[in-house]
Every structure is written in structure tokens, then in C-alpha cells.
């Protein structure tokens, strides 16, 4: 399920390491041959097994240790959970709390276990069945919650986004946090990441289906 993540990462040009579930999870999209929107999704496959507990302990230090094989080091974490059983919400604390520049999104109903994230992107409905947790003090400036067509919220700040004609936007929060983390890493400026993933995200959905982009795209356009 992560696997579009991986795809948008490489495709801004950043070197990734892949941690996913060994069992194949199929989503089949179907699409209206008229308007060319999805009417349904259905996933198949659609549980896999927890992430082995040797491989998670070698997730610290903004690194990670194989259990045969070197270490490598990480610029940033990011961890896209869609709830199919490959992260429990321990594993996810246990990133979070051994590791800095840790960026989640999770379908998971948040609590204590997320507060040592560095950045959580969630959408506004998540956002309002969360927010009695997420009012608590030191939420504010971890959150980043993604408006669709409004574009996003950043501690009661709105960034807005360009009006584009829609094609397709299955996929554009992948895309989102791919570029979130590209431009945070260059500039460590959470608003001129988000200003960049929503330059991002905007290219993508005027795409059909699920694609990318490329730096080229985006310095040319």
C-alpha cells in the first residue's frame, strides 16, 4: 500500500529504502467511462502480517539495520499506515520516539502513541473525529491538515491552492507528503514544504489515474 509513496519519493529525485508488507494488497478502481471519476474502490488481500519485531528494533537513530546487512542512514521516516495490520500502533510509537523528522499518515483513530511524531498529515474529517486528542498542547505545530480543493491548515493557518481542472486525485496525498519531505529536508521550513507539496499535489491531480511527478515537470511548469 505504500508502494505509491516509494514511486513519488523516487520521482522527486530522493533515494528510498522501502519497509512494506510481503503480501500483495490489489486495489481495482472502478471508473465511469463518461466522467472518468472512480465510483468504487475495492481492496483485495486486504490484511497482512505485523512487521517482525528485529526488523522494527533496527529503526533507531535515524537509521536502519537489517538483521543481515549494514546500516543505513535516514534523512527522514516517513510512515504511510492504511490500517492492514503491517504497523500496530506500538511500532508506530517506537519509531516516532527513536527517531527525528518522522512523518506519519495513518487511517489508524489517533491517541497518545502519535504524540512524538514530528509531523502528522491528516484530512479535515480525520482531523474533527481526532480533535478532542489533538487540541491537547504540543499537537499544534505537528499537524498538517490537508483541505482538498482549499488546500491545508498549518497551526490555524490556511495555504490555499491554485484552481486546476480536476482529473483524477486517487493517489495525491502520497504524492503530498513525498514533496512534503523533499522540500523540508532542503530547507527545514515546514510552510515552504507545504508550499511545495501543494505545487506538487496541484500538477498531479490534472493527471488520469495514479502517477507522479518530476522536478522537471515542476521547474517547467
Known amino acids: 500500500m505504500s508502494k505509491n509513496v516509494v514511486n513519488n519519493v523516487e520521482s522527486l529525485e530522493m533515494t528510498v529504502y522501502s519497509l512494506t508488507n510481503e503480501t500483495s494488497i490489489v486495489k481495482k478502481r472502478y471508473v465511469d467511462s463518461r466522467s472518468n471519476q472512480m465510483v468504487l474502490r475495492v481492496d483485495e488481500h486486504d490484511y497482512c ?9 533496527g529503526i533507531v537513530d535515524n537509521s536502519f539495520t537489517p538483521i543481515f546487512g549494514h546500516k543505513t542512514k535516514l534523512d527522514a521516516i516517513i510512515i504511510s ?50 480533535h478532542e486528542l489533538l487540541s491537547e498542547e504540543g499537537f499544534d505545530d505537528k499537524l498538517i491538515v490537508t483541505l482538498g480543493g482549499n488546500g491545508c491548515r498549518y497551526k490555524d493557518k490556511v495555504f490555499s491552492v491554485e484552481e486546476v481542472p480536476v482529473k ?33 499535489t496541484t500538477r498531479v491531480v490534472q493527471k488520469h489515474g495514479v502517477e507522479m511527478v518530476t522536478l522537471e515537470e515542476l521547474q517547467n511548469g
Do not use: M, P
Not at 49 to 57: A, E, F, P, V, W
Not at 101 to 111: M, P, R, S
Open 49 to 57: 502480517d505485523r512487521i517482525d519485531k528485529k526488523i522494527l528494533s
Open 81 to 130: 499506515d492504511y490500517c492492514k495490520g503491517f504497523l500496530e500502533e506500538e511500532d508506530i510509537q517506537f519509531i516516532c520516539e527513536n527517531n527525528n523528522n518522522v512523518f506519519v499518515d495513518t487511517k489508524k483513530k489517533l491517541g497518545k502513541w502519535i504524540q512524538c511524531a514530528d509531523f502528522i498529515k491528516i484530512n479535515e474529517l480525520e482531523y474533527q473525529k481526532n
Open 168 to 200: 483524477d486525485v486517487s493517489g495525491a496525498g502520497d504524492t503530498f507528503i513525498a514533496g512534503l519531505v523533499k522540500e523540508y529536508l532542503e530547507t527545514n521550513n515546514i510552510e515552504s514544504a507545504i508550499q511545495f507539496a501543494q505545487k506538487c
